[in-house]
């Protein structure tokens, strides 16, 4: 069974961006001086030019009353994403090893090993 193409993992920084100025209604000059950050490093994720870090996501989270875990998890579909794409031809030459399948011995609770 297929399942449907989702489209390309958006950027936590486009989401903040919108909560910030449909959402709040505040300028990211005073986001920032709310959140205890220079506009800098605030200003490059809102634009999608940086990694997001934890304490990043919790200090957004904080001001907003939005869930960290959220926009984390944004970052880490967005940076995988990215990944796979930059490395796709890299992995198409990476010939994968053999392998026996584990998951039937996790979903009984026996190992197909010899004891």
């Known amino acids: 069974m297929r399942r449907p193409r989702q489209s390309a993992p958006m950027h936590p920084g486009a989401l903040m961006r919108e ?4 959402q709040v209604k505040m300028p990211i000059a005073e986001a920032s001086r709310r959140m205890k950050v220079s506009r800098q490093p605030l200003h490059a994720v809102l634009n999608g030019t940086t990694t997001l870090t934890a304490e990043m996501a919790l200090r957004f989270a904080r001001l907003t009353g939005g869930a960290p875990e959220l926009y984390i998890d944004m970052q ?8 796979r ?3 796709k031809d890299a992995l198409a030459k990476i010939a994968p090893v053999p392998q026996h399948h584990p998951s039937a011995a996790i979903s009984t609770g026996k190992s197909n090993s010899a004891r």
Do not use: W
């Open 19 to 22: 909560i910030i100025e449909e």
């Open 76 to 83: 880490i579909g967005y940076y995988f994403e990215m990944a």
């Open 85 to 87: 794409q930059r490395l």
